[in-house]
């Protein structure tokens, strides 16, 4: 079992930037992945950006050159890195992290992110 818990949400104009920090209750250096999602006002919730234990990074096309996910496996923390944000960005944004595989396990409660444009 972990813990996770998002902060770093916040308003934002258009091109604007934050970076949200995903803080996990015990070591996240062996799990198999952690990610970022997002869940915009009446959608569904959609992946951003994934980090895989081996250190491999994914992203959504649509976030691609903008966003970039990291951790520190010291603090673990994970964060999301987000830059040039859109109005098309505003959601909420959830961290996960893997036992195994790359879709999560556990999840925090959410961080809620507005760009205004």
């Known amino acids: 079992q972990v813990e996770l818990e998002e902060s770093g949400g916040g308003s934002v104009q258009s091109g604007g930037s934050l970076r949200l920090s995903c803080t996990a209750s015990?070591?996240?250096?062996?799990?198999?992945?952690m990610g970022w999602y997002r869940q915009a006002p009446g959608k569904e919730r959609e992946r951003v950006a994934t980090?895989?234990?081996?250190?491999?990074?994914y992203y959504e096309d649509f976030v691609k050159g903008r966003f970039t996910i990291s951790k520190d496996n010291a603090k673990n923390v994970v964060y999301l890195q987000m830059n040039n944000l859109k109005a098309e960005d505003t959601a909420v944004y959830y961290c996960?992290?893997?036992?195994?595989?790359?879709?999560?396990?556990?999840w925090g409660q959410g961080t809620l992110v507005v760009v205004s444009s």
């Open positions: 980090l895989t234990g081996d250190g491999r990074e």
């Open positions: 015990r070591n996240i250096d062996r799990t198999s992945c």
């Open positions: 996960g992290a893997c036992k195994q595989g790359n879709l999560p396990n556990y």
